[in-house]
């Protein structure tokens, strides 16, 4: 059994939370005293019917306003995968939670009410998605029940949404029409929409392929930790333990190590249990043993002698700003992290601000803003071994830290190293 | 070529690697061991990430004084085979000492002395990051809690202010005097350690499993008769064939009715069953629908 990451979108009132409760609970991950729990809350408010919403509200605050603070997690499990759901709230701080839930997301749902049509929040889900590089993308076209299952609503409503998204970058697109509120094609066939074939919900989220959505093309790997037992039996031990970022590794490949560029070769790949490994790929956390003693340490880069990463200190980049307190402008300086190194960065060009509705570009900004996602160039104190965001979603990430309060302010996919 | 990770390895690689990054950006680590499932799991990740190096980091008991006394043995056992340092922070003698004071009367639980202890204890020994066991799937506060959990100089957590979490990209960093919750299984569900222990042959406590205990219900629970825990008048005492889901202080941690002696019938009764782990078993998440909300802003796992 694999797993699935999924991240969640709609605005506020689409039935995301509905959509999220009704998937718990046609598939059994619904206890009985979380059901006893939101029917009392349901009651207490004065809701009509137990309001499924409810599960997802986690905090105090949460439920005594109605609303969705922060991304949660929830986890459900079916005979074919495990899921996890990073589920983010549709209003205030939306961009900065939708980033959030899109960097591990292997698949998006967005909500739509087909009532209302694609909107302005659609536009913008589906670009954050792409911008995150979301291998798959399903929008759900919500409350059918309220448009009387009209098919001519949701081929509607499909038309657009596709028309936009070839603007973007989505490699898989369905579109599926549900009632969250009735379990119209979540976990059960609708009976009344007999004229869409397609797959249900949860049926898609349980075949859609994803073995191959990870670069399995370009060996990466970040040293994380150093281990040296430096006792009698493991004296000549030297691991170097980390997470594979990218491609496969196997004994006797030719690799070489940046910063410094020396070559060898790959000893033993070992499994965390110790076992010797004829392959190993992304995202494995593994300890790789090389033939000879080179000076590798943490933040190092192991690559293939022909195939490795750009050394650079300029980054050209997509910033989403996460911070309220503060601005990201040319020269602001933060710490940065990428793979396993830490650096400082300084802004050193502000390229443009996007306009995250209509995807123009506002060349005239010189700043951005909580929320706001633009492209800027960044200098680092030191070297840094990337890719690009496009072919590979770990050495093509970073994170700013704010050094004045350690506070994590934005989110960075590289463009180009140059 | 098979390139698609079972959940079970995607799982266990992820809280490897959050385990590491920790060890290589922190200085003073520590690990939260209660002789439980979930930190018997994070400290079997723990060693699996250095072998076959030693931890390098030591272990911590918040001891509450009202143990299962085969728990106690239990992880005595586990420090010395696996040859780690253990650090036992004492209600007891936080309470003996005048630091704290117990609340009076027989309902009173000693959940919530835990947290100045550990407080205390991490100010002593100027811990920077602990690890802890819990899990998102537990509790709807903790679903909300980030793998990172900063932690003030007062120890509090705000849930409202808690950092982004991209990636695997994890932000260690803090001031002296703050320090980070760390939870490498937080995407584990009850479900996922059972099998986990099963694949793994990890040995839990035997309360774990099914076996005859005085028992006697008291807010919907089966709690055992101790030392420390003696039945009201009214209460009935019964010996019955139970279980524990958690193990956690032996006054608030009720046990289920089970006949499940081996794991894999655990695993099947976990599968089957509808309620929650902390609904079904934990007094002290029982008080208010926020309990473990407000217990965790004060500093507590
Ligand atoms: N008729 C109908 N109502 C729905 C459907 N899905 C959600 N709703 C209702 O729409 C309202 C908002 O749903 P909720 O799940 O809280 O939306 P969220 O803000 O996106 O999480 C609630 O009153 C739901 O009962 C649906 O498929 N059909």
Redesign the pocket.
């Known amino acids: 059994m694999d797993l699935l990451r999924l991240a969640t979108a ?1 605005s ?8 999220i409760g009704r998937l718990l609970y046609d598939s059994k991950s619904i206890f009985e005293d979380q059901l006893e729990s939101i029917e009392k809350t349901s009651n207490d408010r004065g809701d009509e019917h137990v ?1 499924l ?1 409810l599960l997802t509200d986690g905090l105090r605050a949460e439920r005594e306003q109605g609303i ?1 603070i922060d991304v949660a997690h929830r986890y459900f499990t079916t005979p074919r995968r495990k899921f996890i759901i990073g589920d983010t709230p ?1 209003h205030i701080q939306y961009t900065r939670n939708m980033v959030t839930g899109a960097s591990t997301a292997d698949l998006a749902i967005i ?1 739509i009410d087909a009532r209302k049509g694609v909107i302005e929040q659609s536009r913008r889900h589906a670009f954050i998605a792409s911008l995150l590089r979301i291998p798959h993308l399903v929008v759900a076209v ?5 448009v009387d299952y009209d098919q001519e609503v949701f081929e509607s409503v499909r038309k657009e949404f596709a028309e936009f998204a070839t603007r973007l970058d989505v490699p898989d697109l369905t579109f599926i029409p ?5 379990g119209d094609n979540i976990v059960d066939r609708s009976a009344t929409m007999d004229w869409y074939r397609g797959a249900t919900l949860l049926h898609h989220l349980e075949e859609v392929h994803i073995a191959s959505d990870r670069n399995m093309v370009d060996p990466r790997f970040p040293v994380q930790y150093v281990i040296r037992p430096q006792s009698k039996q493991h004296h000549d031990f030297r691991g170097y333990a980390g997470t594979i970022a990218g491609g496969v590794m196997k004994p006797g490949d030719e690799i070489a190590a940046l910063p410094s560029g020396f070559t060898s070769k790959i000893k033993a790949v070992l499994s965390p249990d110790g076992s010797e490994l004829s392959e190993a790929y992304a995202p494995m956390s593994v300890t790789v043993l090389l033939e000879d003693e080179l000076d590798v340490s943490r933040g190092d880069m192991i690559c293939r002698v022909n195939n490795q990463p750009d050394v650079t200190q300029d980054l050209e980049a997509m910033v989403c700003w996460m911070s309220e307190a503060s601005q990201l402008t040319v020269g602001s300086k933060l710490a940065i992290k990428h793979t396993t190194r830490w650096a400082r960065a300084v802004v050193k060009d502000f390229r443009y601000r996007l306009d995250i509705n209509t995807l123009s570009r506002d060349e005239g900004a010189t700043a951005l803003s909580l929320n706001e996602i633009g492209r800027v160039r960044l200098r680092t104190t030191q070297p840094l071994f990337a890719d690009t965001y496009r072919r590979n979603r770990t050495t093509g990430s970073f994170i700013l830290v704010d050094e004045a309060t350690n506070v994590t302010v934005g989110a960075g996919m590289i463009r180009a190293t140059e | 070529m098979k390139t698609q990770l079972s959940h079970v390895s995607y799982l266990e690689s992820e809280a490897i690697h959050i385990i590491r990054e920790v060890a290589a950006e922190f200085e003073r680590p520590a690990l939260l061991f209660s002789g439980g499932k979930d930190s018997i799991i994070v400290l079997h990740l723990a060693l699996k990430a250095f072998a076959p190096a030693p931890l390098p980091f030591p272990i911590m008991h918040v001891d509450t004084g009202h143990n299962f006394p085969e728990v106690i043995e239990f992880r005595d056992r586990t420090v010395a085979e696996t040859g780690s340092r253990l650090i036992v922070a004492s209600v007891q003698d936080a309470i003996d000492a005048g630091k704290i004071t117990e609340d009076s009367g027989p309902r009173a639980l000693r959940n919530r002395l835990q947290t100045p202890v550990l407080l205390e204890a991490i100010e002593e020994h100027r811990f920077d990051a602990l690890f802890g066991g819990a899990r998102r799937d537990e509790e709807k506060a903790r679903a909300k809690e980030r793998v990172y959990s900063f932690r003030d100089e007062f120890g509090q957590w705000d849930p409202k202010g808690q950092r982004p979490e991209l990636w695997n990209l994890y932000n260690g960093r803090h001031k002296p005097g703050e320090h980070m919750r760390i939870f490498p299984i937080s995407n584990w569900t009850e479900l996922d350690v059972w099998h986990y222990l099963r694949d793994e042959e990890i040995e839990v406590p035997h309360v774990y499993f099914a076996h005859n205990r005085d028992v006697f219900m008291r807010d919907g629970m089966w709690l055992g008769v101790t030392e420390f825990l003696t039945p009201d008048e009214d209460e009935v005492v019964e010996n019955k064939l139970v279980r524990f889901r958690t193990i956690g202080d032996a006054t608030c941690t009720g046990s289920v009715e089970s006949s499940a002696t081996t794991i894999d019938q655990v695993i099947e009764e976990v599968g089957a069953t509808r309620i929650t782990e902390r609904g079904a078993t934990r007094a002290d998440d029982r008080t208010a629908e926020a309990a473990m909300e407000d217990r965790k802003k004060e500093g507590y796992f």
């Open positions: 709609g506020v009132d689409d039935g995301k939370s509905t959509l309001n919403a969705t549709g909500l919500n409350k059918m029940d309220l549900v009632s969250a509120l009735h």
